[in-house]
């Protein structure tokens, strides 16, 4: 199976509308430190936490009267975010590579660091699927290949994103990467995946368990062994050891925070 820890030679350079992005936004940070930005906390999150970030930052508003601004992204082109300066309290990521990497350049407070959460690899495709289709199984080989040649298979960038990189792991392991990858629509996020499956502009989708919660336009065909990638971790940390950053940490441990998790379908790893 193959490594997921080398994101650092997968990824160059970030556009370079993001780099002005990140910079605009970090000199606005310097420009303005004091009440403005004093009741604000921002959170970069991984994009396939994109409901149940919305939930928890909603509940934590209510309970401290801090707005939690997020930022949903790939968890590759968050952590080159950080790297250019932008302006983050809390970052999550879909894997370890991402948060290692982000510790070795002192962009974290790693003292700070947890394991957050844990998520499992599907097989989706449109709920409008023939059922031929919706009863396909990740051993038939021949049917997968059928069904990818008129409409891709959809995932996150295999070599970067946490999403693609397990999924093309997971392929790898089952014997099936070398026939599917011409047929691999790659996007820059597993939610974008998603809705290339939801709109049915792929056939097939490689998406994590949580994403089709709340998402009836897909279904599962079938749920990749857990053997066949590594485990899937989300990692969570401070960028500095502020004391919003470590209260809305804090917080991501909480009864309500956990509830939400489990109601979005991840397992929850923390106590």
Do not use: C
């Not at 994101?7 to 556009?15: A, F, M, W, Y």
């Not at 994109?50 to 968890?75: C, H, M, P, R, W």
């Amino acid at each position: 199976m193959q490594s997921q820890h080398q994101p650092d030679r997968l990824i160059g350079p970030e556009p370079r509308s993001s780099r002005r992005l990140a910079r605009l936004a970090m000199v606005l940070a310097l420009l303005w430190p004091g009440s403005a930005f004093s009741d604000r906390l921002t959170v970069f999150g991984a994009a396939s936490l994109k409901t149940a970030l919305e939930q928890i930052a909603e509940a934590y508003e209510a309970k401290n009267g801090t707005t939690v601004d997020l930022s949903l992204a790939g968890s590759s082109l968050l952590a080159r975010q950080l790297q250019y300066g932008a302006p983050a309290d809390v970052f999550i990521s879909a894997n370890a590579a991402w948060m290692d990497w982000a510790q070795s350049r002192n962009l974290i407070a790693a003292e700070t660091r947890i394991d957050l959460l844990g998520n499992s690899l599907v097989l989706i495709a449109p709920t409008v699927a023939p059922p031929a289709v919706l009863s396909l199984s990740l051993q038939n080989t021949s049917a997968l290949l059928t069904q990818v040649q008129d409409r891709p298979l959809a995932m996150a960038l295999v070599e970067a994103v946490p999403a693609g990189i397990y999924g093309k792991s997971a392929l790898q392991h089952l014997g099936l990467w070398d026939q599917l990858q011409p047929h691999v629509a790659q996007t820059d996020n597993v939610r974008a995946a998603l809705a290339l499956v939801a709109r049915g502009a792929a056939g097939l989708g490689v998406v994590y368990g949580s994403d089709v919660i709340g998402t009836p336009a897909v279904t599962v065909v079938d749920r990749f062994p857990q053997d066949s990638h590594a485990p899937i971790t989300y990692p969570a940390a401070a960028t500095h050891d502020g004391q919003k950053a470590i209260d809305f940490l804090n917080f991501l441990s909480s009864p309500i925070a956990k509830e939400i998790f489990v109601g979005q379908g991840f397992t929850v790893l923390v106590e």
